[in-house]
């Protein structure tokens, strides 16, 4: 069974410019979470989005966005990109079920973005 | 929102076991813990999860005491390649898992 996928691998984009960074859950499972995690520093929640919807949002400006598609996969947008920005970009999905025991995240490699 | 603490980095040797503890004083009912190990430029991969007592499977064993205020994450046997950083994390799922904060974790370093 596949993992948890995510395109590209590495980006590098200019300052201002506007990043998109995809992912496809493992089949099967309806809510994906993206963090980033900064060269060094721990991951940081970005954004929750189960069945379509945006259930929650991390301290990150507007400026960070993303939508889930119909067959649950999704895409992380950041719009005026800032050297800052620059981190690897994880992508994780799970299964919500009522009963928790045993659910939780599984991530994918990543993208790396790198802004110049 | 349960914080969790953990040492920032350990050393062991090869064959040897390593224990990581992970305080979480204020873990609520419904939170789970469950344990990632991350390699430089991956993503994080489960190890474990608990809610109390003791979880084994084939890679590690969790240890929770009655009072669950902490965890110890068992790795039998360590090899180099188990060099990478462990994270300890507490939460409800699935909605805490959205605002979950994996910290720094522990740097664990083994050695031949």
């Known amino acids: 069974e596949a993992g948890v996928t995510q395109s590209p691998t590495h980006l590098i984009k200019t300052r201002g410019q506007q990043a998109t960074l995809r992912c496809s859950p493992i089949s099967g499972h309806t809510s994906v979470y993206w963090y980033q995690q900064a060269l060094g520093l721990g991951l940081q929640f970005l954004l929750w989005y189960d069945e379509g919807e945006e259930r929650n949002r991390g301290n990150f400006p507007p400026r960070f966005s993303g939508r889930q598609f119909p067959n649950y996969s999704s895409e992380l947008n950041v719009n005026a990109l800032e050297l800052e920005d620059s981190a690897l970009y994880l992508c994780?999905?799970?299964?919500?079920?009522?009963?928790?025991?045993?659910?939780?995240?599984?991530f994918g490699e990543g993208s790396w973005l790198t802004v110049v | 929102l349960a914080k969790t603490t953990q040492p920032i980095s350990m050393d062991s040797y090869e064959g040897q076991e390593v224990n990581i503890t992970c305080s979480h004083n204020?873990?609520?009912?419904?939170?789970?813990i469950t344990w990632y190990q991350q390699f430089p430029s991956q993503g994080p991969r489960f190890i474990i999860q608990?809610?109390?007592t003791k979880v084994t499977n084939e890679v590690a064993s969790l240890f929770i005491p009655a009072d669950r205020k902490s965890s110890t994450l068992s790795l039998p046997r360590v090899s180099l390649s188990d060099t990478a950083v462990y994270y300890c994390l507490v939460g409800e799922f699935p909605s805490g898992y959205s605002t979950l904060t994996f910290g720094k974790g522990t740097m664990l370093l083994v050695s031949p």
């Open positions: 204020n873990i609520a009912t419904n939170d789970y």
């Open positions: 994780a999905s799970s299964l919500v079920q009522g009963n928790p025991s045993g659910n939780t995240i599984y």
């Open positions: 608990g809610y109390k």
